[in-house]
């Protein structure tokens, strides 16, 4: 048996998809083209809570030292959970709306990744968080489909927390598996994802878990997880793709995951311009011809296993606020961390506002994306991260797309920034 294309997995949507299982030849006759890759949006900020995308959320906290409350946990552990269930309610009922979909359906994107928590799905109740985001969830799946759109849904943060970062949804020591429970409750949790994936036409893929630190979770262990992730999905959703991000290691380590019994399934890596001194300090030429360079590896690595870049953006500083964290600075200016600034002078003023940016700095942003977007459709295509924030323009497809920042359409193979 040998790995059965992307295309007759995840980008497999169809007009009329029954609500029970759809078997395998059935989505492999109505996939779409064969031509046609991943061009998707990030629902980020909605079901996990992150300070930068949504700060009016967390503002409240703003002028207390050290804060007690930097993560979604230990929002609701502050509010209390009848708050905490007042105002996310709110939040949940606002942050997407069908304009939204509407939008990014008339941009021509054809793909919604949208991150959930564990504890929306297989939840322990003793812990601070509250319930109640499933409702709002299918009203995103109807409309995804009313508009044709497939959606990938990733399970953001399992318990413990599988790389530390608030967008775990409990910010600090990385913990997952500690526990002979932690990965019981994250497959319930999928089980649950695969149970709704039957139930809307509009699923096409399932991520195991978003972004597993490799420093606090072991290679070996991530492996084993993903394997029992695949059983599970495919032994409750057949037709579902199974989505295994790299643990932050090099794609060309995940060789393992292509073997015959894992046909469905693809390899998603992030890639940021921001997290790092190195990559902070590169000119604008640089930051070119780094993502023209990442599209060549994907594209190798896209010959053994079909890869995704689920993440990106169009941020070459990391001035959005609380990016790293909430109350914490940023390396480009020097407060986050470092003593000086990345280069001297460095200053975050007007970087998040588009309406600030010169000619000049308007021109790399397009030619940015551009690049990016050619580079990863060398692989199967894209997901940007976010499809909008309150304040972060470089994070925000909708605003940069109607902004002209981004083309619409967004056809990365059509652009010529990177080498054919």
Same mark, same amino acid.
């Given at each position: ?43 980020? @900020? ?19 030292? %050290? ?18 269930? /007042? /105002? ?18 008339? !941009?021509? =994107? ?30 995103? $799946?109807?409309?995804?489909?009313? &508009?044709?759109?497939?959606? #990938? ?32 409750? *994250? ?7 695969? /149970? ?9 893929? =399932? ?16 492996? %084993? +997880?993903?394997?029992?992730?695949? %059983? ?29 019994? !894992? ?7 992030? =890639? +940021? ?21 990442? @599209? ?7 010959? /053994? ?7 990106? *953006? ?21 407060? &986050? ?16 506002? $588009? ?7 308007? !021109? ?11 580079? +990863? ?20 497809? =909708? ?5 002209? #920042? ?15």
């Amino acid at each position: 048996m040998h790995f059965r294309p992307l295309l007759a997995t995840l980008l497999a949507v169809v007009v009329s998809w029954p609500k029970d299982i759809v078997n395998a030849a059935t989505v492999h006759e109505l996939r779409r083209h064969p031509a046609d890759v991943v061009r998707g949006v990030n629902l980020g @900020g909605l079901f996990v809570l992150e300070p930068w995308i949504t700060p009016s959320l967390f503002s409240e906290w703003e002028r207390t030292p %050290q804060s007690p409350v930097v993560d979604e946990w230990s929002y609701c552990a502050v509010l209390g959970k009848p708050e905490c269930m /007042r /105002r996310l309610n709110a939040h949940w009922a606002s942050w997407v709306q069908e304009s939204d979909i509407s939008t990014l359906a008339s !941009m021509h =994107i054809n793909t919604l990744r949208i991150p959930i928590g564990y504890w929306a799905l297989a939840p322990d109740l003793s812990e601070p968080y509250v319930q109640g985001q499933i409702p709002y969830l299918r009203r995103i $799946l109807d409309w995804a489909a009313a &508009y044709n759109l497939r959606v #990938i849904l990733d399970l953001h943060g399992v318990p413990g927390s599988q790389n530390g970062f608030d967008n775990s949804g409990r910010r600090g020591e990385i913990s997952w598996t500690k526990r002979p429970s932690d990965i019981r409750q *994250s497959l319930d949790s999928l089980a649950v994802l695969a /149970r709704l994936a039957n139930e809307h036409r509009s699923v096409a893929a =399932i991520q195991a878990v978003n972004e597993p630190a490799n420093w606090g979770v072991s290679k070996g262990v991530v492996t %084993q +997880y993903y394997l029992q992730a695949y %059983q599970l999905v495919k032994s409750i959703a057949p037709h579902i793709t199974l989505v295994f991000h790299d643990a932050f290691l090099p794609v060309s380590e995940w060789s393992e995951l292509v073997p015959a019994n !894992m046909t469905g399934s693809y390899l998603d890596t992030h =890639i +940021y311009h921001v997290f790092s001194e190195e990559s902070l300090k590169l000119s604008y030429d640089s930051h070119l011809s780094k993502a023209c360079a990442d @599209g060549e590896k994907l594209k190798q690595f896209n010959t /053994r296993s079909p890869t995704i870049c689920g993440e990106f *953006s169009l941020a070459t500083t990391d001035c959005a606020r609380w990016l790293n964290g909430f109350q914490r600075g940023a390396r480009w200016d020097g407060t &986050y961390l470092t003593v000086k600034s990345v280069l001297p002078g460095s200053t975050c003023a007007g970087q998040e506002d $588009l309406s600030t940016w010169n000619v000049e700095k308007r !021109m790399f942003m397009r030619n940015f994306a551009m690049a990016q977007l050619q580079a +990863y459709e060398k692989a199967n295509g894209w997901i940007f991260w976010n499809f909008k924030t309150e304040n972060a323009d470089t994070w925000n497809y =909708i605003k940069l797309a109607q902004a002209g #920042i981004i083309p619409n359409p967004p056809v990365g193979s059509a652009f010529g920034i990177c080498p054919a």
